[in-house]
């Protein structure tokens, strides 16, 4: 998954990002509204997470340039407890917040969340035909086996699942496995696909590849 953190505090901010790359999830970071909307209009994202209070403005005000603009989830980092402006944050249309001082598995714990609502799907695991796959964890069933998969193998495989059907260009999936200052290639992407086609042997999915085009998750009808 990839990530757009707004937040000016450093300390915190490189924290935040240490937590989310060790699980496997590019993070591109902006200190302020000025680059929070640069980075916008460069990249897309399947998350959000948004401070309030920024030197340049108000991170609200984002919020509401988002969502006239499309539908990517937002999660606001608030230091203000008061529930009206909870509840201000979630009528402008926030899909979560958390306030700080907050743990970090409890941040996790909403990403993951705000993901799945989006994705229609209350529980963790994704059915991926006859497997079932849990991206909080990186656990692959297959009938009675488990395997663990790896960080970037689990973000690679939960881009594609919740795009099951749909061709995925490479340059899509490395944006999601990767930050833009990473020093990789497609190639990886087709290392990843490989490891990603063995862990699935033994299932009725398949990671097909569409010549020119990406990779698409076949699962059965």
């Known amino acids: 998954m990839r990530y757009l953190l707004v937040e000016d505090n450093a300390e915190l901010a490189a924290a935040i990002l240490k ?6 999830h590019a993070v591109d970071h902006a200190g302020s509204v000025a680059e929070a909307q640069d980075w916008l209009e460069t990249a897309s994202y399947d998350l959000i997470l948004l401070d309030v209070m920024l030197p340049d403005g108000d991170g609200r005000e984002l919020l509401r340039r ?3 603009d499309g539908g990517t989830p937002v ?5 203000r407890s008061q529930i009206c402006d909870r ?26 969340a705000v993901l799945r609502r989006r994705g229609g799907s209350p529980r963790n695991e994704i059915a991926i035909g006859t497997a079932f ?5 990186g656990r692959l069933r297959k009938g009675n086996e488990t395997t663990e998969l790896r960080n970037r ?14 061709v995925m260009s ?5 944006d999601s496995l990767f930050s833009f200052d990473a020093d990789v290639t497609e190639n990886a992407i087709e290392v990843y696909v490989g490891r990603l086609r063995k862990r699935l042997e033994g299932t009725d999915a398949r990671i097909e590849t569409v010549r020119g085009l990406g990779y698409r998750l076949d699962l059965p009808r």
Do not use: N, W
Not at 75 to 79: H, K
Not at 90 to 105: E, M, N, R, V, W
Not at 153 to 166: C, F, N, Y
């Open 19 to 24: 937590r989310l790359m060790l699980d496997g």
């Open 66 to 68: 988002s969502r006239a």
């Open 75 to 79: 999660i606001m980092l608030t230091a």
């Open 87 to 112: 509840v201000s944050m979630l009528d402008q249309g926030a899909d979560d917040y958390i306030t700080k001082p907050f743990d970090f598995s409890e941040l996790e714990a909403r990403c993951r």
């Open 133 to 137: 796959f849990d991206p909080s964890s």
């Open 153 to 166: 193998e689990t973000r690679l495989l939960e881009a594609l699942a919740r795009h099951a059907g749909q």
């Open 170 to 174: 490479k340059e899509r999936l490395l």
